[in-house]
């Protein structure tokens, strides 16, 4: 497992942010929810959107939890 395990790009034009969790592409999101959902499919069933704004194994690229516009 890497030391981010959650990586979430900079948003991309129409404001989504690719998310890869252990190194594979998991989807687009448009919001922390949709981040708590892919981190959910990927097996930490309780994992919501406050996990996602806190949590120290996300790592944020190109801004952070706000920041959904290019």
Do not use: C, H, K
């Amino acid at each position: 497992m890497n030391d981010q395990p959650v990586v979430i790009y900079p948003p991309g034009l129409d404001g989504g942010r690719r998310v890869r969790i252990d190194g594979r592409f998991v989807g687009i999101a448009y919001s922390t929810t949709d981040i708590a959902a892919f981190i959910q499919e990927a097996g930490l069933q309780s994992f919501d959107d406050m996990d996602v704004v806190r949590s120290d194994g996300i790592e944020w690229r190109g801004g952070g939890p706000d920041d959904w516009q290019q």
